[in-house]
Each structure stands twice: as structure tokens, then as C-alpha cells.
């Protein structure tokens, strides 16, 4: 049976090898990005700027080519096949040291919430489905502690100052819990201004938690944001 089975892999894998999801260079492993894709994206680097009252995000990749291509798939063409991919770029960032000094000593996740009716529309939390069992892995329990109050509208093309006008408020607990002394994670697929995690943070504040840090699955970290407000500046 294992003979039979070993040749039937083997078959598979010479018809269809596995290919880059982005390139579709043959690669080893199946969902596995090359490494001239890889090297494009993966970052798994700390935000030089952190906003109140956060203490520390981590980006896994960059907004850019694959990763901001997989994740709109994901978002808008409600296309599940992109998440082997997208996890397995997380299994691959799993063994760097910043990983573990992120996850030290963290309690709970708390995926950034959809609003209740955009809930309804996608069908599932675009969030859960790509942490969701990377976390439990690494037992960490992934807890909806908080919601959206306001149905708000996309953010990609507003400023700063507006993205805090129309977040502002915008999250409130879904249970009354007590987190003090303890370390949350939030997790977002993309960071762009720090708005949105950092209104999530203020929730998980005034239930006492002590600490929110910031997991993004993709972030330009608001470069691209800061030029476009510098750009804006001059005109
Ligand atoms: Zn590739």
C-alpha cells in the first residue's frame, strides 16, 4: 500500500510539481513562494514608529506584489484558495527571532473585527482565516473581545486625520472581561496608519489589559501613506 501510494505522489508530483503562487516557478513544496518571490516580501520587521497606545507591531510582509495581490483575492473576490499560500508565508516567518520576541508572553489574540453586515456579505473574517490556526499552534487563543459599533466606510483612500474621525468610537467590547495584567495581540491583515489597531488597543485598554501589541499580516508601514500626504503638501 505505501509502495503504491509512494508511487502515486510521485506521479502527482510529476505532472503538477508545485508551483510559486506568484511566478509559478516550480518550487519544493506545494503553496511554497520561490525564493526571488520570497525575497520581494517577507519582512517580519518591527515599525520603527508605534502609535499610541500600542507598544509594538510586527509586519510579516510588505504591501506589495504577491501579498497585496493574495490578500485582495481574499477580501474582495472572497477567493479561499489564496490562504495556503498566505499561511504558509506565516509558517515560514514562524522561526524568526522577532516572531518570539512578539509572542513573549502574550495571553490573547484579537482579530480586527468586520462590521456585523460586511460580516454577513464575505461570510467569514478575512482575519480569522489567516491567523486563526498559526495561532492555536502556538497556543494562543484567538478571542472576539471586540466589535464594530459604526459601519464605516473603506479607509484606502482617506488621510490620517480622517481615517481617526471616522474610526473614532467606531469599537466597543463584546463582553465586559478583566484583562489586567495581561498581554494582547491583535492581528489585521493590513497596517497602514495604525488607526484601526490602535482604536482596537484603546478597547482592550479600559478592560485593563496591560499590553497590546500588533501582528499585521501585510504592512508598507505608511510609507506609501506619508508620501501621498507629502506629495499632497506640495501640491
Ligand atoms: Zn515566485
Known amino acids: 500500500m505505501n509502495f503504491l501510494r509512494e508511487v ?23 503553496h511554497q513562494f520561490c525564493a526571488a518571490c520570497g525575497k520581494k516580501i517577507l519582512r517580519v520587521d518591527f515599525a520603527e514608529w508605534t502609535p499610541e497606545p500600542l507598544s509594538q507591531v510586527l509586519r510579516v510582509t510588505k504591501y506589495r506584489g504577491g501579498s497585496r495581490e493574495l490578500l485582495r483575492k481574499l477580501k474582495f473576490d472572497n477567493n479561499l484558495n489564496v490562504l495556503p499560500p498566505l499561511k504558509k508565508i506565516l ?15 502574550v495571553n490573547f489574540a484579537v482579530p480586527v473585527p468586520l462590521h456585523e453586515k460586511r460580516l454577513n456579505e464575505r461570510g467569514f473574517n478575512q482575519v480569522e482565516k489567516i491567523f486563526f490556526e498559526w495561532l492555536v499552534m ?19 483612500d482617506q488621510g490620517k486625520r480622517e481615517r481617526q474621525q471616522i474610526l473614532s468610537g467606531a469599537f466597543a467590547a463584546t463582553r465586559q472581561v478583566d484583562l489586567r495584567g495581561q498581554i494582547a495581540l491583535v492581528v489585521d491583515d493590513i497596517y497602514t496608519t495604525g488607526t484601526t489597531v490602535s482604536e482596537c488597543a484603546k478597547v482592550l485598554k479600559s478592560l485593563g489589559a496591560e499590553e497590546v501589541r500588533v501582528l499585521a499580516f501585510a504592512s508598507d508601514f505608511g510609507e506609501q501613506f506619508a508620501q501621498k500626504n507629502f506629495d499632497r503638501s506640495r501640491d
Open 91 to 105: 509558517d515560514d516567518a514562524s522561526t524568526h527571532e522577532n516572531i518570539s520576541r512578539l509572542l513573549d508572553g
Open 8 to 30: 502515486w505522489d510521485a506521479a502527482i508530483y510529476f505532472l503538477f510539481p508545485p508551483r510559486c503562487p506568484l511566478c509559478k516557478e516550480i518550487v519544493d513544496e506545494r
Open 138 to 156: 502556538r497556543n494562543i487563543p484567538l478571542k472576539n473581545l471586540v466589535r464594530r459599533t459604526k459601519e464605516t466606510p473603506k479607509l484606502y
